[in-house]
Every structure is written in C-alpha cells, then in structure tokens.
C-alpha cells in the first residue's frame, strides 16, 4: 500500500498517510487516459457555429441585371456564394460534438491518471488547505515552500472560497473540489496537491 508524507500549510511533514492500492496504485493505460481526455474537450465544444445559406441570407430577391444583352455572366441573385455578402456553401451549423463515455471508463481512467501522477512524484497531501484569508501572497508561500513550481491543481473535499480567490490571478493554477476531478485537469497540471479530506473523499468514490 502506497504511503506519502502528510505536510502543513509551512512546509514541514506533520504525519504520513496511507493510501489505497485500488486508487493509487492502478495499472496505466495510455489509451485510456486518451479517450478521456479527447472526450473530455468534445464535451466542452458548444457547437454553436452558425452560417448562413444562400436561402438565408437577407436581401437578393430581385434579379441583378437582365439575362441577355448585357455581356456580363448570367446572374439570378446577388446573394450567391460567389458574390461579397452571398452565403455560405460548407460552412459551419449547429451540431452536437459530445462523446459517451462510460462510467466505468471514467473511473478508471481518473485511477490511473492520479496513479500516473503518484508514481511520478507529482502528488502531495497537505494537511488542511483551508487559507485563513483570501491572499495571493498565501499562495505563493506554500508552493515555495512545498517547492510545487508554478502549474498545480489544489482539491479539497469541500468548497475553499479563499484558496479559490487566492489562486484565480494564476494562469497555470487552479482550485478545485474531489467531485469535480476529471482526467484533463489531473494531466494538465503539472503538480497535485490534495488536502487529506479530498484524498479520503477520492477513495471512498474510487476505491469500490
């Protein structure tokens, strides 16, 4: 059964913690971690891109020119694909983008995905996450002195309203709760840090 070093908010390891070989300790399979990666961003995708056909395309009722006589090509509409302001022939309509992916196969791939990150030396606990203010200076503190680097995903078991205030002015970082955990983010980041809570809250939904 793997085991890491439990640390505080300063830095300085306060215990160690045991964790489940089901979770943590699940065999990795790439292909796996692709689909639920490409379903992932399908599944975000709006598909809400809209063009306009010739047949929808305000104006063009009248004919431009007559048909003969006037040595220009034939013209029936100003609103063909071929003239400025015409419509469009293949462009873009609504459309659903989602994939299925089963929950069993999203499970799975959450276990080897935070496996993966084990096994690489990217995961760490901290006791509690819980800031006692809102401070992007807070922040910066801990992963200096957790030596985290600059990309890290935080998850705790619950909403922590100031962690989440005090990592939104980061780019590459973001705070997050273990119901919302999903493969693109755990592979996204560079770092995890899980409070204890959420890495309980992960086992006991994962470990079945």
């Known amino acids: 059964m793997p085991t890491v ?9 306060v ?10 300790g699940a065999p990795i399979n790439v292909s796996l971690l ?10 975000q995708r709006s598909g809400r ?9 305000r104006g063009g009722g009248r004919k431009p020119w007559r048909q003969k006589g006037t040595g220009r090509a034939r013209a029936g509409t100003t609103r063909a694909p071929h003239w400025r302001h015409g419509g469009v022939v ?3 309509h609504p459309r659903d983008f989602s994939l299925e992916f089963p929950r069993k196969m999203r499970r799975a791939a959450l ?34 002195k957790l030596e985290l680097g600059n990309n890290v995903l935080f998850v705790t078991a619950t909403p922590e309203e100031h962690l989440k205030l005090s990592t939104r002015n980061f780019q590459d970082m973001k705070a997050t709760t273990a119901q919302s955990l999903n493969v693109y983010n ?10 204890q809570n959420a890495v309980q809250a992960v086992e006991e939904v994962f470990g079945r």
């Open 34 to 43: 692709h689909q639920a990666v490409v379903a992932f961003e399908a599944n």
């Open 111 to 144: 276990r080897q995905a935070l496996s993966a990150k084990l096994r690489d030396h990217e995961f760490t606990v901290v006791q509690n996450l819980a800031l006692p203010e809102a401070k992007t200076k807070q922040v910066v503190e801990l992963i200096s």
């Open 186 to 195: 755990l592979l996204k980041y560079h770092r995890l840090v899980f409070d």
């Open 90 to 92: 293949f462009g873009p």
């Open 15 to 24: 215990g160690e913690m045991e964790l489940s070989e089901k979770v943590f």
């Open 49 to 57: 891109a809209q063009t306009k056909t010739r047949a929808q395309v």
């Open 5 to 13: 070093n439990v640390y505080d908010l300063n830095g300085q390891v």
